[in-house]
């Protein structure tokens, strides 16, 4: 069975063999020290002063990892290229690199296929939004001028830096679905082969909600692993027709998602079960390794790694 979906069979299926990938959390909030960023930091405050990009996606394939996905821009609103639509991007920065540039050239040197994570939620670039960080979450929408806005953005990241694998949208719930429609469209002419994702929360995956998510390619499984009870199902119902909707468990190796001095990696033992758990349930793991305020991946973290991937090799014979 076919399905009805946007993408083959095929393609959802070769998406499933990549299997691990590293999410890289690297921005205004790794200097700030806020996830939720007010977004009313200087753009100058962003200023890693050992920038080194190429290490990420080396450190990934060395800890066998198939793919990655970098932050491009987060609540903070400050963005990791250098943006014709704002000023608050690292252009203006303490550290002028195009990092979504380095990312995908690495990405390219060392065989990883590249993803770009953008977030609907933003702190800086209101234009009459408001945002969960100033309402009830349930009350949070954005403008019209914010969604072109967005949506000029994605034309920017998705027609430089050449064919990306994956395109992540956060926070889709506070977009209105008309919006979510034309910019899955428009994701879809632009990068016709990426697998699109529309997150869909914190949850283990047992449930899908059209009202948050839809339409998007795969299902976010955030902060949790797939129910125990037969694992992840990858087959959904969506409005009468019937989707193959693969999984992605995301989650920190440590407990924050961007770097946090003393955010210590969890146990070789947990790490372990969180990858054999996601893969024998049926669904990729996602894991967020956070750069420092250097720019680069701190060594507790690529050791953390490197064990991870032997204890794999020992259990399964390969990764």
Known sequence: MEGNQRLSLQQLQKWEALGYGMFIHFGMSTFDGEELSSGLQPSTMYAPDELDVDQWIRVAKEAGMKYAVLTTKHVSGHCLWPS??????????????????????????????PGLYYCSYDNHH????????????????????????????????LTRYGPIGE???????????GYRHKLYDRIAALQPDAIIMMNH????????????????????IERFLPNSHNGYDPWKEIEGKRCYMPGEVCDPIGWEWFYVDGDAPRSDEELLGMYLVARARKTNLLLDVGPDKRGKIPQHYVDSLM???????KVTGHI
């Open 126 to 157: 209101l234009f009459g939004s408001l945002t969960p960080s100033h309402t009830d979450g349930k009350d949070a929408y954005t403008t019209e001028e914010y969604q072109q806005f967005q949506s000029q953005q994605i034309d920017e990241l």
């Open 307 to 313: 064990c991870l991937k032997e204890n794999i090799i």
């Open 201 to 220: 929360g914190i949850g283990d995956g047992s449930e899908f909600s059209v009202i948050r998510a839809w339409p998007t390619d795969i299902m976010a």
């Open 84 to 113: 014709k639509y704002t000023d608050y991007h690292v252009g203006t920065s303490g550290n002028p690199t195009d990092v979504v540039g380095e990312f995908v050239k690495a990405c390219k040197k060392y065989d990883i296929m």
């Open 167 to 177: 395109v992540w949208i956060d926070i889709p719930m506070i977009l209105p679905r």
